[in-house]
């Protein structure tokens, strides 16, 4: 063989000795599949929140302190005192929760200092997920974490024939704002298939009205109401459900929990009464 061909034999070689290299380099899809992974595991379940640990100090969690992560890229729970809802996104093994808009009641102050330290670690951070077993473990770049445990699946509740106590309202601008706790019995619905009606209270006076559901949406009738009066935060919260009524609301079941959106965007959030 010539010096020419030896060097194409050469030249030969070196290019298939190259060549799975450069395709095992293009099929790696490490990252997606790690991002799949992740979400699969985190996401559709519903986690307690065990504890938070903040640059070394430990606190453990109320008993309603929860987690959801829906497939939708949202993220719904309660901090402890407050309820909370953020966009969820996962990238190589991580999540980040952006954007966290929270209700405003207050609580005892143990519950705001743990409310205080969780809602600074769980939001605004890219978080490591670190999962075994029924465990999870939220960590943040600078080892602050978050411990949390796998719910039993909760069956949620019916629309029809629960008693949907009001826990909060919000505003067009996405501002919500829980109910004062001794309110928390003064304002509820239920809703009535067999009549196509709802009943309830909304905070001071009692409320009869038509309720056709469909498709994601109630328009509820004009409302007929008692004419008592009562002090100004129940009228207040009476008055923000009554924009509810004589329109049509788009609603929500989350296991326990009711939302409804009016039109122009103001919500109620309401739980199941158990």
């Keep these: 063989m010539d010096k020419l061909g030896r060097d194409k034999q050469r030249l030969t070689l070196a290019v298939l000795t190259v060549l799975p290299l450069v395709m095992a380099c293009g099929s790696d899809t490490g990252s997606t599949s790690g991002s799949t992974s992740v979400a699969s595991e985190v996401s559709g379940v519903h986690w307690k929140v065990d504890s938070v640990t903040v640059d070394g100090t430990t606190r ?23 309820e909370f809802g953020a966009k969820a996104a996962f990238k190589d093994h991580r999540v980040e929760l952006t954007n966290a808009r929270q209700t405003l009641m207050a609580c005892e102050p143990r519950r705001m200092a743990f409310e205080r330290a969780l809602a600074a670690t769980l939001t605004d951070h890219s978080l490591t997920v670190e999962t075994k077993g029924d465990g999870l473990t939220l960590t943040t770049h600078e080892g602050d974490r978050i411990r949390l445990t796998k719910e039993p699946r909760e069956k949620g509740a019916p629309l029809y024939g629960t008693k949907w106590t009001i826990t909060a309202l919000g505003d067009s601008n996405g501002t919500a704002t829980g109910l004062p706790s001794r309110q928390m019995t003064s304002a509820y619905l239920t809703f009535d298939k067999k009549t196509g009606k709802v009943t309830g209270r909304l ?3 009692h409320v009869t009205a038509a309720a056709t559901v469909r498709d994601g949406h109630i328009t509820l009738g004009a409302p007929s109401t008692t004419r008592m009066m009562c002090d100004t935060s129940l009228m207040h919260t009476e008055k923000g459900l009554l924009r509810l009524f004589d329109g049509t609301a788009n609603y929500r079941l989350d296991k326990q929990t009711l939302t ?5 965007g103001e919500t109620a959030t309401a739980v199941a009464d158990r």
């Design 203 to 205: 905070g001071c006076n």
């Design 60 to 82: 453990r969690a109320p008993a309603d302190a929860d987690l959801r992560i829906r497939a939708d890229g949202t993220a719904v729970g309660d901090y402890g005192c407050n």
């Design 260 to 264: 409804l959106t009016s039109a122009n």
